[in-house]
């Protein structure tokens, strides 16, 4: 049977890096024997359906996809559509209409951290930032801007001592929607 998935590649097409057109992306994941394949802007969204049931199996496909292709690693996080609507559906942040949507982040992991990691990352100073944790996704709220943050990506894997990728709020919404159609 047929079952959606989305798969978050991590660092393509950022800053003359990792360039894949999406239409070779699409091409690629069809050859893979993914169908209905379709993606949302160029920083490596993918919606897409397959029979196999295995998340780690589909991420182990794409990834040497990706690497067979196109020369080079990616991170590959794969979420189903349930996964994504409730990453929205619990951050806290969206509640509190006193912050700019603008600057709401999601940084999906690859597990849940250890306490401690999280507590390391979680005790840092961050000017106007505020983060959540909810099991294997970290909200973030960029008070000044995500541009200006010194809490980037690298920044969370680092002391999180994990592997993920982030999202802004519009590129989850968008994607969530991309799933009922």
Do not use: C
């Amino acid at each position: 049977m047929m079952q959606m998935y989305i798969a978050l590649l991590r660092g393509i097409n950022v800053s003359g890096q990792k360039i894949i057109k999406m239409e070779l992306l699409r091409k690629m994941m069809e050859n893979l024997n993914f169908e209905n394949v379709k993606t949302y802007i160029q920083s490596g969204n993918i919606v897409f359906q397959t029979s196999i049931s295995s998340v780690s199996e589909i991420e182990k496909i794409i990834k040497d996809g990706i690497q067979n292709e196109f020369g080079f690693e990616v991170y590959v996080k794969i979420l189903t559509p349930t996964e994504l609507n409730q990453s929205l559906e619990k951050n806290s942040f969206l509640k509190d209409n006193s912050l700019d949507l603008k600057q709401h982040y999601f940084v999906f992991l690859d597990q849940i951290p250890l306490a401690e990691n999280w507590g390391i990352l979680k005790n840092m100073y961050l000017d106007g930032e505020k983060m959540e944790l909810n099991q294997n996704v970290l909200y973030v709220h960029y008070g000044n801007g995500a541009g200006k943050s010194k809490l980037s990506n690298n920044l969370i894997e680092n002391k999180l001592k994990l592997k993920s990728t982030m999202r802004n709020l519009n590129t989850v919404r968008k994607l969530v929607d991309m799933t009922k159609d």
